[in-house]
């Protein structure tokens, strides 16, 4: 772990390798799972190769500014599920920019805007 500096959770930026432990990268970070009410970490959802896929915080050791280290295994890492749930859906933060009348009411109103998330 050669110049990783350990981060919260919080910090943690999509496009992050998630890497089991023998130091094998699983995927990149899409996503964190929490309730930040209650401050919460229920774990990240992984892109990988095979799709979407679910790590548990329990699982999840050090995350550093490089990447995310599990206690993953090999056979670990093949059985992991896909994230449950109603499907993901992300903010589209650039909805409410420029001049027109439904970036002015997004605006105005805070009206929530949200896309579909393509796998």
């Known amino acids: 772990m050669t110049n990783e500096t350990p981060i919260a959770y919080t910090a943690l930026d999509k496009g992050v390798p998630v890497l089991a432990a023998d130091g094998?990268?699983?995927?990149?970070?899409?996503?964190v799972l929490q309730d930040s009410s209650i401050?919460?970490?229920?774990?990240?959802a992984v892109k990988t190769h095979?799709?979407?896929?679910?790590?548990?915080?329990?699982?999840?050791?050090?995350?550093t500014t490089a990447a995310v280290h599990t206690n993953?295994?090999?056979?670990?890492?093949?059985?992991?599920?896909?994230?449950?749930g109603t499907e993901v859906l992300d903010?589209?933060?650039?909805?409410?920019?420029g001049n027109g009348l439904s970036a002015w009411f997004g605006r105005?109103?805070?009206?929530e805007h949200w896309m579909r998330n393509k796998e």
């Open 24 to 31: 094998t990268e699983i995927g990149t970070v899409e996503h």
């Open 91 to 97: 903010a589209d933060p650039s909805e409410f920019q």
């Open 50 to 63: 095979a799709g979407l896929r679910f790590v548990s915080a329990n699982v999840v050791g050090t995350i």
């Open 72 to 84: 993953l295994t090999d056979a670990d890492t093949a059985a992991l599920p896909k994230p449950q």
């Open 39 to 44: 401050d919460l970490f229920d774990g990240i």
């Open 108 to 111: 105005m109103f805070m009206r």
